[in-house]
C-alpha cells in the first residue's frame, strides 16, 4: 500500500509472513502525500438564538434531505470517498474476508403454527431473506432445516423490491394457524406497514396497517383481531394502544390505552390469564416505567404501580407477576405481584439486590435462571421459585452469556466472547453436561490471541474497566494500530461479544479496546444516570480516559490510534473528537447522533424518547448542557481534526442523517491536518438496515481500508 491518499510516492514496504503480515509505517518522508480536496459545498447561514445564545449553522440547507441539492451533493460525497480510499489490494481482500464471515446460510427460528413449520430464510449469496414453511414435524422428530433444501416460500420480498432492500418478518400467528401478521420495512426507517395473510389461500387480507412506529402487535387469544400500539412523533397524537376486529374498518379501531401519553412514551399490551387481562406496560426512555392490568376490553383499568421513578421489566408465570425492577434497588431486584390484587402492599421480594446488576430472569423447570452483569461480562444463578439459592450456571470468564428453556430437563445457553464467536450449547439441567447445539459461527481461529480487562480512571476519579484484545506477543511500543469503541448510554451494557470487525482488525495486527461507560447498566441504575442529561460529559470523560490510558500504557500513541462508534457511539466519537483532536488520528463515525441541539426540532427523523436521555435543548435548564458537547456545534475553526469517515443514510428515522451531513462539510470546511474527511451516504439505508449483505460488507471494508491507510499499516495478505 503506497502513502496516504493520492499514492503517488510509490513506497511500498514488502513483508514476509507466514499468513499475513503487518507493520506500522513510520512516516515516508514523502513531499508530496496531500489528499484531494472534498466537494465544494455551499456556505447558506442561519443564526438561531437559543435562550439568548446565537447559534451559527453555516450549513443549514444540508437538513432538507429531500430538496434538489442533496442529490448530486450526495452523489460527490461518494465519489470522494472512492477516490480517497481507491482500490488497493487490502480493500480487495478485506471484502473477501468479510463474505467468508458474514455472507452464509441464515435459519431464523422455526414456529409451528396449523399444520406447518413457519421460518425465515436467507441461503448465502441471496439479498434478502423470505418466509418459508414445511409441513409441521412429527413429535419427537428433531430434523433440522437444511437450508439447502426445498420448501414452501409464502413470502418473497425481492417480489416487491429486486435490489434487496426491501425487509420483512414473521410478528404473530393467530391460534389457529390459519393467519399470520407481517412487517414489511421499505429501505431502513423505523417505521413498517403490517399485513394480515391468510395462510390457507395466499394472499393478504383487506386488513392491514400504513408504515408508522408500532409494537406489541399481537393476535387477540380468540383471533378475532389483534392489538396493536402506534406511536407517533407528532405531540397531538401521542402514543396509543388500539384493538382492530378482521373485517372491520381501519379507521373504526379501538383505542384501549393511552390517552395522555406523549411521543416520548413507549406503550406495550398483553393479554394474561388466557385473555382475562390485558396487561399496558408504559415507559417513558430508559429510566422510568409504569403498570396497568385491566379487566377484559372495556373493563376496569387497575394500576400496578404508576408513583415510581425506577423501571419495571416484567413477565407472567403460572398467573403471577414477576418484576425486574431498581425501585429500593440499585441493582435491580425481583418482585412478585398477584393479578388478582396488585397493590403494593401485596409485592413480595422473590430474588433481593446483589452486588452483581440483575441483567435478566427466565423460568425453566420450576426453577428461576437469572443472568447478572459482572464487571460488564455474565453470569447465570439459579434459585428456587422462593428465592433460596440452587446453584450457578458455569459461564467462562468475560463472556456474554443467556439461557432459555429448551425440552424438558434441558435448557439451551447461548455463549460469546471477544475472541469466541457465538455459540448455543444444550445443557442438561441434572447432570450439568454440554453438548453443542449450534456451532460458534464464524468459525475463526483465536489461538494467537488473548483478551483482558484493565482498569483506568476518569476525569472526576471515577474507576472503569476496558476490554483489550491483542496478540499474544505484542510489544508495548507505543506504535501499535490501535482501534477503540464504546457507547454509553440508554441503559445498554456493553458486553464481551464476537465481532467480526474485531476479528479482521486483530488478524491485520492491530489492538482492539472496548471501554465501558457510564450511562450503561454495567454498575445499575446511577452508573446510568451519572452518564445522562445534564451528565452527559461524564461519558466523553469516560471514553477519553480509554484513549490516554492506551497511550499512557505504551500500547499506542495519537498517531496509531482510532476510535468506532455508531449511533450514540457515533455521537461518542464526534464528542471525543471535537473535544480532543490531538488525542486521535482517525474516526469511524456510524449513523451518528451529531446535532443534539437542533434534535428536537428534527420531527422527521428524531426519537422522541432519545431526549429523555440526552435532554431537550429548547428546555433551558438542559440547553447549556447540550451546547457544551453536542458536536457540531463545536466544530472550531484553524483546528487540525483527525481523519474522519461518516456513514448513514436517508432514511435513518430515529437520528436525524442530516447531523451527519453538516458535520462532514463542516469538517472538510475547517479542519487544517490535511486528513481527508469523507462520507458514505446510501438513500435507502436508515438506523433499522436497508443495506444489503453485499452492501453491508463493502462499506465495513470502506471503513476497514480507511483505517489501515489512516493508521499507516501494512496489510500483506499471503
Not at 441493582?331 to 409485592?347: C, D, I, Y
Not at 425440552?407 to 475472541?419: I, R
Not at 438506523?687 to 460488507?697: E, K, M, N, P, Y
Request: charged share 25%; aromatic share 10%; net charge negative.
Amino acid at each position: 500500500m503506497r502513502c496516504l491518499s493520492d499514492r503517488r510516492c510509490g513506497v511500498l514496504r514488502t513483508i514476509p509472513s507466514a499468513v499475513l503480515a503487518v507493520a506500522v509505517l513510520s512516516a515516508c518522508g514523502c513531499s508530496d502525500a496531500r489528499i484531494p480536496p472534498p466537494p465544494e459545498t455551499r456556505v447558506g447561514l442561519v443564526v438561531d438564538t437559543l435562550h439568548g445564545v446565537a447559534i451559527p449553522d453555516p450549513y443549514r440547507w444540508l437538513e432538507d434531505t429531500h430538496g434538489p441539492e442533496i442529490p448530486p451533493w450526495v452523489e460527490a460525497q461518494n465519489a470522494y470517498a472512492e477516490q480517497i480510499l481507491g482500490n488497493p489490494p487490502v480493500r480487495a481482500w478485506l471484502e473477501g474476508r468479510l463474505r467468508e464471515m458474514t455472507d452464509r446460510d441464515d435459519v431464523g427460528s422455526p414456529q409451528q403454527a396449523g399444520d406447518y413449520e413457519y421460518f425465515t430464510l436467507r441461503r448465502k449469496g441471496e439479498p434478502a431473506t423470505a418466509i418459508y414453511r414445511r409441513p409441521a414435524p412429527a413429535e419427537g422428530d428433531t430434523t433440522e432445516i437444511d437450508p439447502t433444501g426445498e420448501y414452501e416460500k409464502v413470502l418473497d420480498p425481492l417480489e416487491w423490491s429486486p435490489d434487496g432492500t426491501t425487509s420483512l418478518g414473521m410478528i404473530s400467528f393467530s391460534e389457529d394457524g390459519k393467519l399470520l401478521l407481517y412487517n414489511v420495512r421499505d429501505g431502513g426507517p423505523d417505521e413498517y406497514a403490517v399485513r394480515l395473510r391468510d395462510l390457507e389461500r395466499g394472499e393478504d387480507l383487506p386488513d392491514h396497517l400504513p408504515p408508522a412506529l408500532y409494537s406489541g402487535v399481537a393476535f387477540t387469544g380468540d383471533g378475532s383481531g389483534f392489538y396493536y400500539t402506534r406511536r407517533s412523533r407528532d405531540p397531538d397524537e401521542g402514543t396509543r394502544v388500539l384493538l382492530h376486529r378482521i373485517g372491520a374498518d381501519m379507521a373504526t379501531d379501538v383505542v384501549l390505552f393511552g390517552e395522555g401519553y406523549g411521543p416520548s412514551t413507549y406503550l406495550d399490551v398483553r393479554e394474561v390469564q388466557d385473555g382475562r387481562n390485558l396487561l399496558y406496560a408504559v415507559r417513558h426512555g430508559w429510566a422510568s416505567s409504569e403498570l396497568y392490568i385491566q379487566d377484559r376490553e372495556g373493563g376496569t383499568v387497575r394500576t400496578i404501580v404508576n408513583d415510581a421513578d425506577a423501571r419495571f421489566y416484567h413477565q407472567v408465570h403460572d398467573g403471577q407477576l414477576y418484576m425486574r425492577t431498581n425501585l429500593g434497588a440499585d441493582n435491580n431486584r425481583l418482585m412478585a405481584v398477584p393479578l388478582a390484587t396488585p397493590e403494593r402492599g401485596n409485592w413480595r421480594e422473590v430474588i433481593p439486590e446483589a452486588e452483581d446488576v440483575m441483567e435478566n430472569f427466565t423460568f425453566i423447570g420450576d426453577r428461576i435462571y437469572v443472568t447478572y452483569l459482572h464487571d460488564a461480562s455474565n453470569l447465570i444463578r439459579v434459585f428456587d421459585m422462593d428465592g433460596t439459592p440452587a446453584g450457578e450456571v458455569e459461564v467462562p470468564p468475560l463472556h456474554s452469556a443467556s439461557i432459555r428453556g429448551g425440552e424438558p430437563g434441558f435448557a439451551l445457553l447461548t455463549l460469546s466472547s471477544l475472541l469466541s464467536p457465538t455459540t448455543v450449547w444444550r445443557v442438561n439441567l441434572e447432570t450439568g453436561e454440554r453438548t453443542v447445539e449450534e456451532p460458534p459461527e464464524p468459525e475463526w481461529d483465536n489461538t494467537d490471541f488473548t483478551v483482558s480487562q484493565v482498569w483506568r480512571t476518569s476525569k472526576d476519579g471515577t474507576r472503569a474497566p476496558m476490554f483489550l484484545v491483542h496478540r499474544r506477543d505484542i510489544e508495548l511500543n507505543g506504535e501499535n494500530p490501535t482501534l477503540l469503541t464504546g457507547y454509553g448510554g440508554f441503559y445498554v451494557a456493553r458486553k464481551p461479544r464476537f465481532s467480526t470487525t474485531a476479528a479482521l482488525w486483530l488478524e491485520m495486527g492491530g489492538v482492539y479496546a472496548m471501554a465501558t461507560l457510564r450511562g450503561g447498566s454495567e454498575y445499575g441504575e446511577s452508573w446510568h444516570r451519572a452518564g445522562m442529561l445534564e451528565n452527559k460529559q461524564h461519558v466523553f470523560d469516560d471514553f477519553i480516559s480509554a484513549a490516554e490510558w492506551l497511550v499512557g500504557n505504551g500500547y499506542t500513541s495519537p498517531e496509531h490510534l482510532a476510535i468506532q462508534g455508531g449511533s450514540n457511539g457515533g455521537l461518542l466519537v464526534g464528542a471525543a473528537l471535537t473535544q480532543r483532536p490531538e488525542l486521535f488520528r482517525a474516526v469511524v463515525c456510524s449513523n451518528p447522533d451529531l446535532d443534539i441541539l437542533r434534535f428536537p426540532w428534527h420531527h422527521e427523523a428524531n426519537s422522541p424518547p432519545a431526549m429523555l436521555e440526552y435532554g431537550d435543548a429548547s428546555i433551558p435548564e438542559q440547553f447549556e448542557a447540550i451546547r457544551q458537547y453536542s458536536p457540531l456545534q463545536n466544530v472550531r475553526e484553524g483546528t487540525a481534526y483527525p481523519a474522519v469517515f461518516f456513514s448513514t443514510g436517508a432514511l435513518d428515522t430515529r437520528v436525524p442523517p442530516q447531523g451527519a451531513r453538516k458535520m462532514a462539510a463542516h469538517l472538510q470546511a475547517v479542519s487544517t491536518s490535511g486528513y481527508p474527511v469523507i462520507l458514505d451516504y446510501s438513500f435507502r439505508a436508515g438506523h433499522a438496515g436497508g443495506r444489503t449483505v453485499s452492501d453491508r460488507i463493502r462499506l465495513s471494508a470502506m471503513q476497514l481500508t480507511f483505517l489501515v491507510e489512516q493508521l499507516g499499516m501494512e496489510v500483506t495478505p499471503d
